[in-house]
Nanobody, 123 residues
Framework: EVQLVESGGGLVQAGGSLRLSCAAS????????IGWFRQAPGKEREGVSC????????TYTDSIKGRFTISRDNAKNTVFLQMNNLKPEDTAVYSC????????????????WGQGTQVTVSS
């Protein structure tokens, strides 16, 4: 069974940091790109960042540039999202999903979404 399980969310003050984890199982992890996405209340899901099988990473949202870093550990079947200098507008449910080999721009190209982890940034 394919599973993606997110963890690491929480409540943090503006300017603080969190490290999210996406633990994968049930498929060949190092043959898949993993994307991070977020959805704030009343808004559509948006792409945050993605890392492919060659460790190339992509940023989908300009607002996170210079603050969020994606990485992967194939030995642990886990992708991380290090989030620094968090802002109240980063508040959302963060989810990860997979896509074979390469990253893509469209949310619908990803599958097997995790349940998400809540990130709340207070001002």
């Amino acid at each position: 069974e394919v599973q993606l399980v997110e963890s690491g969310g929480g409540l943090v003050q503006a300017g603080g940091s969190l490290r999210l984890s996406c633990a994968a199982s049930g498929f060949t992890f190092d043959d898949h790109a993993i994307g991070w996405f977020r959805q704030a209340p009343g808004k559509e899901r948006e792409g945050v960042s993605c890392i492919d099988i060659d460790n190339r990473n992509y940023t989908y949202t300009d607002s996170i540039k210079g603050r969020f870093t994606i990485s992967r550990d194939n030995a642990k079947n886990t992708v991380f999202l290090q989030m620094n200098n968090l802002k109240p507008e980063d508040t959302a449910v963060y989810s990860c999903a997979r896509k074979q080999r390469w990253c893509a721009l469209r949310v619908i190209d990803f599958s097997d979404w995790g349940q998400g982890t809540q990130v709340t940034v207070s001002s």
